[in-house]
């Protein structure tokens, strides 16, 4: 992608859930993907986000924050951060501030996000659709601003306000940003490591009218890697739009121009696909590793610059030994299950996740005419995950498929809705050719 010169690369990661810097293999795909950046640049200015139920120390404004509270009083707000989401705003508006402070015309923005740090990203890029950006020395109405593109959004969806009441507030949010706000250039590349929003105030108007889809950003490039054997009700997939054109009342600030979309499956569970698990004695390479070196490559083909020691560190080089771990981890790395003992998880932890399998909690099917039908009943005790006719399979699942006789997950085989939902594999046996 052509670079003006003179224009800054900013660089903003944002990690999924209980995620934070460990400086180990444990690191997740985008701390790996933060670590690789190049820091030998003057231009180059890189941002760093822990998940959310994380170090808040880096996420909250200087009034907000309370790093002397009590040692329980801590453990409670992150466990509810983690269980709730209870911070998410704070998140979005910590990506912004960071924008307001860098950002200058012509420079190139680059968002990488895993789980519900990824769904910060896409509700990020389509803040800076709708709003622009306010300049530096205006963060006090950053606030203000979330507010009222919060309440747009929440009209925007909703079945039960009146098209006077959301041409009301389209209208107060459109003088507001003409008034206080400057457009920002199309985000140059928006990298997804499965995104999931598990946000409850997210999940309610915005998710009944576009669910299992996201909204859609104006971002030119956006790469979406998705798990193929995730389970677990709470970790849907959130997938991309669909490829309808954004009409001009959807308010966006910026014109809509031509995009690449890519969302394309990978093996693995949901950490399996942005990463952080510890590896086990026998494996060399962790499936992980997988989507990482995809989405280093497209991040690049987008203009995003590395260092390219840190890329051979990290096993991400285009050399044919690269090409080994690759194979390697597509074929042996273990396939994690937190709804199962012994498989990635303390035992805490599974008989926790498997709990909540048991309460009937909204989701949607895809049916046999590839339409989508919200559900509570029954419960989903750990169904697979439906993916679409027309999604994109990555090569790693073809791989693994030829090699281990075990991996017959059936969302991917032909047939594979029969039976029951929460049945995850095909009887062992059959040949990828009868698939």
């Avoid at 704070?90 to 501030?97: D, K, L, Q, S, T």
């Avoid at 952080?276 to 390479?285: F, V």
């Avoid at 559900?375 to 169904?383: D, I, Q, T």
């Avoid at 017959?408 to 046996?429: A, D, F, M, Q, Y």
């Amino acid at each position: 992608m052509d670079q003006v010169a003179g224009a800054k690369q900013i660089v903003l990661c944002f990690d999924g859930t209980g995620y934070e810097f460990r400086g180990d293999d444990t690191d997740s795909n985008v701390l790996k993907i933060y670590r690789m950046l190049d820091r030998n640049d003057k231009n180059h200015l890189h941002y760093y986000q822990p998940g959310i139920g994380m170090n808040t120390g880096f996420i909250f404004s200087a009034q907000d924050f309370k790093p002397n509270a009590k040692p329980m009083t801590k453990w409670y707000t992150r466990a509810k951060d983690a269980a709730f989401g209870s911070t998410f705003e704070e998140h979005v508006m910590a990506g912004y501030r960071y924008l307001m402070r860098s950002y200058t015309p012509g420079d190139n923005i680059y968002f990488i996000g895993f789980s519900r740090g990824a769904y910060v990203a896409r509700l990020l890029t389509e803040m800076l659709d709708h709003i622009g950006l306010l300049e530096s020395g205006n963060e006090g109405k950053v606030r203000f601003l979330w507010s009222v593109f919060s309440k747009w959004g929440q009209c925007h969806y909703s079945r039960n306000t009146s098209q006077e009441e959301k041409e009301d507030v389209f209208q107060y949010m459109k003088a507001l940003r003409e008034t206080f706000c400057r457009p920002v250039t199309q985000i140059d590349f928006l990298g997804l490591f499965d995104t999931v929003n598990s946000i409850p105030h997210f999940e309610m108007n915005r998710n009944r009218f576009l669910y299992p889809y996201s909204t859609k950003t104006t971002a030119k490039i956006i790469r979406h890697a998705v798990s193929i054997d995730e389970h677990r009700a709470k970790f849907r997939q959130d997938l991309l739009a669909n490829s309808n054109p954004i009409s001009v009342r959807a308010g966006r600030l910026r014109i809509y121009k031509g995009q690449s979309i890519e969302e394309v499956w990978f093996p693995g569970c949901h950490a399996d696909i942005g990463g952080g698990l510890r590896y086990n004695k026998k494996e060399d390479w962790a499936l992980s590793h997988v989507p990482l070196v995809w989405m280093v490559t497209e991040a690049q083909r987008a203009g995003l610059q590395f260092d390219p020691e840190k890329l051979k560190q990290f096993w991400c080089f285009d050399e044919s030994e690269f090409e080994y771990a690759l194979w390697k981890a597509s074929t042996n790395g273990e396939l994690h299950d937190f709804l199962q003992y012994h498989h990635g998880a303390k035992w805490p932890v599974v008989l926790s996740w498997k709990m909540i399998e048991y309460l009937p909690l909204r989701r949607v099917l895809l049916q046999r005419d590839q339409s989508w039908r919200v559900v509570r009943w029954p419960p989903p005790l750990g169904e697979r995950r439906d993916i679409p006719a027309d999604a994109k399979i990555h090569v790693s699942a073809i791989r693994r498929l030829k090699t281990n006789s075990y991996y017959r997950p059936k969302n991917l085989i032909r047939g594979g809705r029969e039976g029951k939902r929460n049945e995850k594999h095909s009887t062992v046996g059959h040949e990828i050719e009868e698939w």
